[in-house]
C-alpha cells in the first residue's frame, strides 16, 4: 500500500497568511494526487487533482504543486473561510486509495 | 449531483447493518463508486471500490470478508452490507463518485468528485 504523510498535523495562521502544507508518498505516485477540504459537520470537498488542476469553482489562491513523492497544497492568502481540515490522496494505485492524516488549518 | 446516504444507527458488537447511497442529478451507471468512513475525531479512510457495472470490486483489508459493496444501476442506488460488526467500525460512511473510465490507452484514475453528507454507524453494547 502507499503511504501518505501530512506536515504538519495543526498550522496557525492569520488572514493573509500564504500557506503550504506538505503531503509526501511512500513511492512514487505520477500525477494521481487530489487535495480535498473538509470543515467540521460536512463531507470533504474536491480542491485539486491530477496533483495542479484546480476542481470547478475553487478559488484561484488555492494552487498545487509537486512530482514523484513530494506534493504540496498553498494557499495564497488565507480567508477566514480556508480554515478547516485538509487532506491529501493518493489514487495512483487502484486499490487502496489511500489518505494523508489531515491537516487542520486554524486560526493564529 | 446529489449522493444521500441511509441506514446508519446503533447497533451491538457483532451486528449487521445495510447502508444506502441514493444517487440523482447523473447518470449513476456511467460512475465508479466508492464507501469511505471517518471515525469520531479521525482522518478518512476509504473502505470500498465498485465499478461503473458492477464486475471490478475492491475492499480495503480492514472490512475484507466482513462488507460488501454492490449496486443498483435501475434504481441509482449504492449498497454497503456490514456484518460482524467491530466497536472500531464506528464512523460516519460516506458515499463518493469518481469518474474513473477505460479508453483506448487504457484505465485513468479520477478522484472522489462528489460526496453524500454521511451517515453515522455506532457499534456498541
Known amino acids: 500500500d502507499i503511504q501518505m504523510t501530512q506536515s504538519p498535523s495543526t498550522l496557525s495562521a492569520s488572514v493573509g497568511d500564504r500557506v503550504t502544507i506538505t503531503c509526501r508518498a511512500s513511492q512514487a505516485i505520477s500525477w494521481w494526487l487530489a487535495w480535498y477540504q473538509q470543515k467540521p459537520g460536512q463531507a470533504p470537498k474536491l480542491l485539486i487533482y491530477k496533483v495542479s488542476t484546480l476542481e470547478s469553482g475553487v478559488p484561484s489562491r488555492f494552487s498545487g504543486s509537486g512530482s514523484g513523492t513530494e506534493f504540496t497544497l498553498t494557499i495564497s492568502s488565507l480567508q477566514p473561510d480556508d480554515f478547516a481540515t485538509y487532506y491529501c490522496q493518493q489514487y495512483e494505485s487502484y486499490s487502496p486509495w489511500t489518505f494523508g492524516q489531515g491537516t487542520k488549518v486554524e486560526i493564529k | 449531483v446529489q449522493l444521500v446516504e441511509s441506514g446508519g444507527g446503533l447497533v451491538q458488537p457483532g451486528g449487521s447493518l445495510r447502508l444506502s447511497c441514493a444517487a440523482s442529478g447523473f447518470t449513476f451507471s456511467d460512475y465508479e463508486m466508492n464507501w469511505v468512513r471517518q471515525a469520531p475525531g479521525k482522518g478518512l479512510e476509504w473502505i470500498s471500490y465498485?465499478?461503473?457495472?458492477?464486475?471490478?470490486?475492491f475492499y480495503s483489508d480492514s472490512v475484507k470478508g466482513r462488507f460488501a459493496i454492490f449496486r443498483d444501476n435501475a434504481k441509482n442506488s449504492l449498497y454497503l452490507q456490514m456484518d460482524s460488526l467491530r466497536a472500531e467500525d464506528t464512523a460516519i460512511y460516506y458515499c463518493?463518485?469518481?469518474?474513473?473510465?477505460?479508453?483506448?490507452?487504457?484505465?485513468?484514475?479520477?478522484?472522489?468528485?462528489?460526496w453524500g453528507q454521511g451517515t453515522l454507524v455506532t457499534v456498541s453494547s
Open positions: 463518493a463518485r469518481d469518474e474513473g473510465h477505460y479508453d483506448n490507452s487504457g484505465y485513468w484514475p479520477a478522484p472522489f468528485d462528489y
Open positions: 465498485i465499478s461503473s457495472g458492477g464486475s471490478t470490486i
